[in-house]
């Protein structure tokens, strides 16, 4: 049992070492070892690994007795995206005494009206930790509500959690892209900065349209968060355009 721990442990830590089809079989087969520490790191690896086969098992994990490993089957459930899967998750979190920040993207993947006001609820939280819980759920939310108060919270330039609202919105593609359109016609330089800095998270051709505009203003300042928004995108040292 401790080789099989060590193992489980060592392939949650280095996802990467897991990309044979051998060895994603044998984690499938985890997903039902007797120790509720492999099922766990098992459960975290098919939501890496977007691995929709794994879908009924994890949702029988939900009603485990173990905390840690319902919070990974959720964790994995709402990573693979599955909507109905996903229904199940806030169905079940209900009933959780404490929920785990875990859960909290299950719970913005369904789309229901009680979640989203739970997760608008967090994200005006006084706590840092349950506002920080509330954004990352409101980030996979395909409701409206959720991307407009990301989007009040990131331009709040006194919010203590901008850089969070920001990484929030990458998870909203192309619907946050349009909907900083009009910031990126402000006059305002720290608007236009904010922006930009964000649009660098977004890894969505929208983005890398909207960072080239950003490349032919008229302040070097904004034209160097342009150039490095894109060279963030694209991942090369050198990117074919022209940031003076």
Same mark, same amino acid.
């Given at each position: 049992?401790?080789?099989? /721990?060590?193992?489980?442990?060592?392939? +949650?830590?280095?996802?990467?070492?897991?990309?044979?089809?051998? @060895?994603?079989?044998?984690?499938?087969?985890?997903?039902?070892? +007797?120790?509720?520490? $492999?099922?766990?790191?098992?459960?975290?690896? #098919?939501?890496?690994?977007?691995?929709?086969?794994?879908?009924?098992?994890?949702?029988?994990?939900?009603?485990?007795?173990?905390?840690?490993?319902?919070?990974?089957?959720?964790? &994995?459930?709402?990573?693979?995206?599955?909507?109905?899967?996903?229904?199940?998750?806030?169905?079940?979190?209900?009933?959780?005494?404490?929920?785990?920040?875990?859960?909290?993207?299950?719970?913005?993947?369904?789309?229901?009206?009680?979640?989203?006001?739970?997760?608008?609820?967090?994200?005006?939280?006084? =706590?840092? $930790?349950?506002?920080?819980?509330?954004?990352?759920?409101?980030? $996979? +939310?395909?409701?409206?509500?959720?991307?407009?108060?990301?989007?009040?919270?990131?331009?709040?330039?006194?919010? &203590?959690?901008? @850089?969070?609202?920001?990484?929030?919105?990458?998870?909203?593609?192309?619907?946050?892209?349009?909907?900083?359109?009009?910031?990126?016609?402000?006059?305002?330089?720290? $608007?236009?900065?904010? @922006?930009?800095? @964000?649009? =660098?998270?977004?890894?969505?051709?929208?983005?890398?349209?909207?960072? /080239? #505009?950003?490349?032919?203003?008229?302040?070097?300042?904004?034209?160097?968060?342009?150039?490095?928004?894109?060279?963030?995108? =694209?991942?090369?040292?050198? /990117?074919?355009?022209?940031?003076?």
């Amino acid at each position: 049992e401790v080789a099989r /721990i060590v193992a489980a442990w060592l392939f +949650s830590e280095r996802w990467d070492l897991a990309g044979d089809e051998r @060895t994603r079989a044998a984690l499938l087969v985890a997903l039902n070892d +007797s120790s509720s520490f $492999v099922r766990a790191r098992a459960a975290e690896l #098919q939501g890496r690994f977007r691995n929709r086969a794994a879908l009924p098992i994890l949702v029988s994990l939900l009603r485990d007795r173990d905390s840690d490993l319902q919070a990974s089957a959720a964790e &994995a459930i709402a990573a693979i995206g599955d909507p109905e899967a996903c229904l199940v998750a806030a169905d079940e979190a209900k009933v959780l005494y404490r929920l785990d920040a875990r859960w909290v993207r299950a719970l913005g993947r369904c789309g229901r009206e009680a979640e989203l006001r739970q997760l608008l609820r967090y994200a005006r939280s006084d =706590s840092w $930790v349950e506002e920080r819980v509330g954004i990352d759920g409101l980030g $996979v +939310s395909p409701r409206p509500e959720a991307l407009a108060r990301l989007l009040e919270i990131g331009r709040d330039e006194e919010s &203590a959690v901008r @850089t969070h609202a920001a990484e929030a919105l990458a998870l909203q593609g192309e619907a946050a892209v349009r909907a900083l359109a009009g910031d990126l016609k402000s006059a305002d330089k720290k $608007v236009l900065s904010w @922006t930009l800095h @964000t649009l =660098s998270r977004i890894r969505v051709p929208g983005a890398v349209e909207a960072l /080239i #505009q950003g490349l032919r203003d008229a302040d070097p300042r904004l034209r160097a968060l342009a150039d490095f928004g894109l060279r963030r995108l =694209s991942g090369l040292k050198d /990117i074919p355009f022209e940031p003076q």
